[in-house]
């Protein structure tokens, strides 16, 4: 039976019977392990604060809201601006709150003094260096999908990318009516055109050394603990791009009989029935089970 379809779900009802008894059975594995691999989805940053809608949106963004009709930060950021002027504008401040500011919750902070002490790497799709603020060795982690605080050629020329903060933090000075100064629009030094995000959405995606040298880590980690007592931690992973962490930790878990496999998300926890003795499903916000893991 294919670990894609067969799943055993948690509802609100029965996490209200089972959550505590979950939570303490993660809390004995995430000390017993001897490894543990996170593996991170854009629910965990939800957790912590950093929502893309709603209040949050509409006090940064009210300007674009109300001359463009934006409903979210994420769609706004496809949107065709006429100009380059006009793009960055939007892009500075999108970034700036999304990668050089603190979460408003200091989750990842939580989880971090649960792991800190523990042998662990992390694997997250997330792109907002929320695990680095928090306190995370660099050298344990793997951005796969990119990183707000970089740029890249938009063609792309060569494979390199570059920080942006100084940039960004000029952008957000100097700017005018939702339009940055012309001279501060970013091209690529070698090929002259126009930069663009790092961020994984197409076949343009720049992999550069440092992603590849974080790649190659993230692969000795998992083969130096294949064997062994290992907790493969999933928080806050969607059905979006189950291919990415989700489906790899239920593999990876399925064919080490000593390995756990744990997901704490808010509606979505589930595991597949192959793995379901070895599995430990909690359905909750990850914020809140972090503070009652450390209160056991």
Known sequence: MSLKTATMKYTNDSCSKNCRDNIERLKYEMESADAVLIGA??????????????????????????????????????????????YWAYWCRYIYIN??????????????????????????????????????DKSRLFYTQGDYGLWQCSKPCHKKTYDNETVVEKMIMEQHDMRITPGLVPYCPVCGAPMAMNLRSDSTF?????????????????????????????????????????????????DNPKAVYACINYGEAAAPEEIKTRSVCVNGDIGDILLTLHGI
């Open 99 to 136: 990668r050089y500011q603190n979460p408003p919750k200091p989750v990842y902070d939580e989880l971090f003094r649960l792991f800190y002490e523990k042998e662990y790497f992390v694997f997250t799709t997330n792109v907002d260096h929320c695990f680095q603020k928090a306190g995370f």
């Open 206 to 254: 720049v992999e550069d050394e440092g992603w590849h040298e974080a790649a190659d880590r993230y692969r000795n980690f998992v083969l130096r603990h294949k064997n062994m007592h290992v907790l493969y931690l999933e928080l806050g992973v969607g059905s979006n791009t189950p291919g990415i962490i989700k489906f790899p930790f239920w593999r990876m878990t399925a």
């Open 41 to 86: 989805g854009a629910g965990l940053s939800v957790s912590a604060g950093f929502t893309y809608a709603g209040k949050r949106f509409e006090d940064n963004f009210s300007d674009y809201i109300s001359k463009y009709g934006f409903q979210d930060m994420y769609s706004a950021g496809f949107y065709p601006y006429d100009t380059l002027e006009e």
